[in-house]
T-cell receptor, first 114, second 114 residues
Framework: GAVVSQHPSWVICKSGTSVKIECRSL??????MFWYRQFPKQSLMLMAT?????????EQGVEKDKFLINHASLTLSTLTVTSAHPEDSSFYIC??????????FGQGTRLTVV | GENVEQHPSTLSVQEGDSAVIKCTYS??????FPWYKQELGKRPQLIID?????GEKKDQRIAVTLNKTAKHFSLHITETQPEDSAVYFC?????????????FGPGTSLSVIP
């Protein structure tokens, strides 16, 4: 299957700072990537759809000014959590789909805001 | 938008028995239904998927059935083994292409007791 790589795997940051998470498709081009957030023992909640060369599409209830998404190339999407607060602590995971729609996930980023 | 429900939330079975997880979806336009297995702290892994033009698909000990009229789909695991213990997510997608977002059910925590 396709390989999606996410970096960093974990990060601890101070409240009020910003954190950038990278998602790369290693062996295929992904014009569309997706960002999810997963709280402990919960499901993956779709945050936004990242579109190469255009603005991201955010799900209802997700603050676009807080979660900045940039998809500058066919293999890289970034999620920046701005002015992070403890309630933003979560597992953030990206995915990219093959042409047939099979979604492959990055290894996820565990964000802890202290 | 699409809403995916999943039952049961937890399931314990004896090794060697079968496990069945059931899902329903709300959007009749959805036509691609993947299942993911997620072990603690790891990324979800695609284990099987089915498209709406197929009623059943099998891959070794895993099978999935789809009733498009009733908007139900199910995962069947036979001859369960301890390594099958994980959280399983069903999901639904419209179009089933790389551009289509995947919406996840809440998950089922499966425990296989040796």
């Amino acid at each position: 299957g396709a390989v999606v790589s996410q970096h960093p795997s974990w990060v601890i940051c101070k409240s009020g700072t910003s954190v950038k998470i990278e998602c790369r498709s290693l062996d295929f081009q992904a014009t569309t990537m997706f960002w999810y957030r997963q709280f402990p023992k919960q499901s993956l909640m779709l945050m936004a759809t990242s579109n190469e060369g255009s603005k991201a599409t955010y799900e209802q209830g997700v603050e676009k000014d807080k979660f900045l998404i940039n998809h500058a190339s066919l293999t890289l999407s970034t999620l920046t959590v701005t002015s992070a607060h403890p309630e933003d602590s979560s597992f953030y995971i990206c995915s990219a789909s093959s042409i047939l729609g099979k979604a492959f996930f990055g290894q996820g980023t565990r964000l802890t805001v202290v | 938008g699409e809403n995916v429900e999943q039952h049961p939330s937890t399931l314990s079975v004896q090794e060697g028995d079968s496990a069945v997880i059931k899902c329903t979806y709300s959007d009749s336009a959805s036509n691609y239904f993947p299942w993911y297995k997620q072990e603690l702290g790891k990324r979800p892994q695609l284990i099987i998927d089915i498209r709406s033009n197929v009623g059943e698909k099998k891959d070794q000990r895993i099978a999935v059935t789809l009733n498009k009229t009733a908007k139900h789909f199910s995962l069947h695991i036979t001859e369960t083994q301890p390594e099958d213990s994980a959280v399983y997510f069903c999901a639904a997608s419209q179009g089933g292409t790389s551009y289509d977002k995947v919406i996840f059910g809440p998950g089922t925590s499966l425990s296989v007791i040796p």
